[in-house]
């Protein structure tokens, strides 16, 4: 609802900042304030160090309005092309065959990625989730506020020019509507399920010819494709909630470190969002969302990790023997929904596809797909994706923006239930620490996995939580929680959940070992395995998290220790070892892959003085991970360590390297002749090698890859000729250390590690990257005062017309 009171708080707040910040604005710049002249949506947005956005508004559609326009000024060309996406029309404007970006989908291909957002626009599957009422739909404070964007995004398209050349006077650069902002939240709930298997369900073919009898799918190869989905994923995180009872002042902490891609429509934006007197919430947001998706406010802080629950499953479908496009339930027959779906094409004739939906989703095959499955005469399976049927994660993010404590975040989980593939942590001012894994998945219990798995499913369920259901049976079909807003999933109470530990810690584990003393139990298998081993990362993090909350004294200050202490734990484990049989090998030679002869006893040493971190300064760091990523591909996790994994000591085992293993001295010889071969001496600092470039000037990247265990994480890209590790796929993003002081105004440090913007003409392509390198923090500005006080200051009233 638009407030004249709130709009006459805004057009004051706006002449106020004028008159306090103007004159020494004009000393240094003339025009550092712009007035459009009023009419229809509008904002006031303040500017601070390193072009971070305080946007204020009247209202949740203005609100949208200036996200949208300060969004768009920063990152135009990246967020044309994702509504380009989710409208369908890649293939239109840049042919079907190029690759895409994987930012809102794994389709291979435009085509592919077309065919599948093209259908869900022509069956108005977004449009219908926008008109279901508050809480399974979006309320109508979100509904605004996505209104209220594309209006911004668009206001700014016509007011201004475009500078960025990866999109400058591109006719893909349209104005868009609520829709395709939704349709941007849709593609984002779904990565998980649909969205990861979009070249499957849009290549879905019935059989013909040698496909009638192809086998069936084979478990170990599905097991292994659903694995590789979260370990392969472009997306990670650490979080950790500290409690009062650890920290110096009684109050909470929290550190958020999410790993997200560095480049495209997965990145973050950083932002401050207020409505006086009704929303005052500060972090940062997925591109093209108007709500802050990981952030922090007066009272509370929250950031999200990756979870392990299985955001979908499958149903094998016995067919018709007469007809594949049938099935049967209880021995009745149905027939397939047949989707038809036209393509236009870049110098082409358009396209057209049939996709295949059933009662319990699309149809997905692809013998060599992702997952493997086969279609034959007699059998084919859908995927059952719920949150296909979720447009509830901006409202979720907005009761988080809201809340005034940790229960608040658990009541708006409770409401909404619109995360899709992530956990919660969170703490509060007054004390309280919070882990949860709350997200929308299938209700798939253990009981119904015993009951209606089949042959596929006894095996994937219990190993990798992918349930596969007998689709003949009426009784097999999902049930519903009383407490769950949709048909299908799990409710509220059955979400893995800790409050008021002193530590609240997650690294894209399952829930057990949120905390080492006080373990999760008793949630169904889909959600994650309990009393199985750690990921390295997981295991430092445990390690390091649960002494300090030991130490106890905790301030913000210990945070940003943590997060850049770039400690390498399978170093501490591994890298003695490795140097003493590296010194110990005869001749001090190694046969390499190739089968020559390198000699590694210059590694010897090396290897030993390195001090086990990925710090930008650190000697050997860089022989140490080239050689682990070999190890690693060459002997198989069975044979890596001597002491073997025990579920009464998950922390410190396995460990104990098997330098006996065939494949170890193979591994050091590879990486020792690797780095000669491309003139990098041993012993060069990392710095030196790991590094970006942004116009010019390269700047050295701390931090290290998944299989090092590294808290800082960091995925670079390989390149040899170019001396080293050149550019960062995803890794460490924004990242926040929040806590509170007892005034209004939390205690907050924050870096975006890539920067605001992705155009190489803004100030802010590069400014914050430096920072990162250097490993040192912006300290934000949350309340009046300070952002006032910013030398950066500069203030903008924008609105639909000028």
């Known amino acids: 609802m638009r407030t004249r009171p709130r709009r006459l708080l805004v057009a004051a707040l706006a002449l106020f900042t004028a008159a306090t910040a103007l004159p020494a604005a004009a000393a240094e710049q003339d025009g550092r304030q712009e007035h459009p002249s009023h009419g229809g949506l509008s904002a006031v947005i303040r500017y601070t160090e390193y072009g971070i956005p305080h946007i204020v508004a009247g209202d949740y559609p203005d609100l949208g309005f200036g996200t949208g326009w300060a969004q768009a000024a920063d990152q135009v060309c990246t967020l044309a092309d994702g509504f380009v996406t989710v409208r369908g029309e890649r293939s239109r404007f840049f042919g079907p065959d190029a690759a895409t970006d994987f930012s809102l989908s794994s389709a291979s291909d435009n085509l592919s990625s077309d065919l599948y957002f093209r259908g869900m626009r022509e069956t108005g599957t977004v449009q219908k989730l926008l008109a279901e009422p508050a809480p399974r739909g979006p309320s109508g404070d979100v509904k605004d506020l996505m209104r209220g964007f594309a209006a911004g995004y668009n206001a700014w398209l016509a007011q201004n020019p475009i500078t960025d050349p990866a999109c400058r006077g591109a006719a893909w650069v349209r104005p868009v509507t609520s829709v395709d902002v939704a349709a941007r939240f849709y593609a984002i709930a779904v990565l998980g399920g649909q969205g990861g298997s979009v070249d499957e369900i849009t290549s879905a073919r019935p059989p013909t010819g040698s496909t009638v009898n192809a086998p069936d799918a084979d478990a170990q190869a599905l097991i292994k494709a659903v694995r590789a ?52 919430v500060a972090g940062a947001s997925l591109l093209g969302t108007p709500t802050v998706s990981i952030g922090y406010n007066s009272r509370v802080a929250w950031s999200h990790t990756v979870s392990t629950g299985v955001p979908f499953n499958l149903t094998r479908l016995a067919l018709d023997p007469a007809d594949p496009t049938v099935y049967l339930v209880d021995g009745k027959r149905e027939r397939m929904t047949k989707r038809t779906v036209s393509v236009a094409v870049k110098d082409g004739a358009p396209v057209t596809r049939t996709q295949w939906w059933t009662r319990y989703g699309p149809v997905v095959a692809d013998a060599e797909g992702d997952p493997p499955l086969p279609w034959t005469a007699t059998t084919a399976y859908a995927l059952n994706d719920p949150n296909a049927a979720n447009l509830r994660f901006a409202d979720t993010s907005l009761g988080f923006g809201k809340a005034r404590s940790t ?333 509170w002081d007892g005034s209004h105004c939390p205690v907050a440090r924050t870096l975006l590690t890539y920067s605001q913007s992705e155009n190489p003409n803004s100030p802010h392509y590069s400014d914050q990257t430096p920072l990162f390198s250097g490993e040192k923090w912006v300290t934000a500005r949350f309340c009046e005062k300070d952002i006032l006080s910013s030398p950066a200051l500069r203030i903008i009233q924008v609105g639909e017309h000028r």
Not at 249 to 276: A, E, K, M, S
Not at 649 to 654: C, E, I, N, Q, S
Not at 661 to 678: I, K, Q
Not at 712 to 737: C, L, M, R
Request: hydrophobic letters at 40%; charged letters at 20%.
């Open 229 to 280: 989905r979260s370990t392969d994923a472009d997306m990670g995180s650490n979080a950790v909630a500290f409690s009062g009872a650890t920290t110096a002042n009684g109050r909470g902490l929290l550190l958020g470190n999410p790993h997200y891609p560095w480049h495209g429509g997965r990145r973050f934006w950083q932002v401050q969002q207020t409505i006086p007197g009704e929303l005052d």
């Open 407 to 739: 229960a608040d975040v658990l009541t708006s989980l409770a409401r909404h239930q619109g995360l899709p593939w992530v956990n919660t942590v969170a703490a509060d001012s007054s004390g309280h620490s919070l882990y949860t894994q709350s997200q929308v998945l299938p209700r798939i219990t253990n009981d119904l996995a015993a009951r209606c798995s089949t042959d596929l499913g006894k095996v994937t369920y219990p190993q990798a939580g992918l349930a596969v259901l007998d689709g003949s049976r009426g009784d097999c079909a999902i049930g519903s929680d009383t407490d769950a807003v949709q048909p299908g999933i799990f409710g509220p109470a059955r979400m893995p959940t800790l409050r008021d530990a002193p530590y609240a810690e997650n690294s894209n584990d399952s829930a057990w070992l949120t905390n080492l003393d006080r373990p999760l139990t008793g949630y169904e298998r889909i959600f994650g395995t309990v009393g199985t081993q750690r990921s390295l990362r997981t295991r430092g993090a445990i390690e390091d998290v649960a002494a300090m909350a030991q130490r106890g004294g905790l301030t913000v200050g210990d945070l940003q220790r943590q997060e850049f202490a770039n400690r390498v734990p399978v170093g501490e484990l591994a890298a003695a070892d490795a140097a003493k049989a590296c010194a110990a090998l005869p001749g001090g030679t190694a046969t390499a892959g190739d089968g020559t002869a390198v000699d590694v006893r210059e590694a010897c040493p090396v290897l030993a003085a390195w001090d086990r971190t990925m710090d930008t300064d650190s000697r050997g760091a860089l022989l140490f991970d080239r050689f682990w990523r070999k190890l690693m591909a060459a002997v198989p996790p069975a044979r890596r360590w001597k002491v073997p994994f025990s579920a009464a000591d998950p922390v410190r085992t396995p460990n104990t390297l098997n330098t006996g293993a065939p494949g170890f001295a193979t591994a050091l010889a590879d990486a020792v002749a690797e780095l000669r071969s491309a003139g990098i001496p041993l012993d060069s600092r990392l710095g030196e090698h790991q590094y970006v470039v942004r116009n010019g000037e390269r700047m050295p990247v701390p931090g290290g890859t998944e299989e090092l265990g590294v808290w800082n994480k960091i995925e670079p890209i390989w390149d040899a000729a170019q001396g080293g590790y050149t550019e960062v796929s995803f890794g460490s993003s924004h990242i926040q250390a929040v806590g």
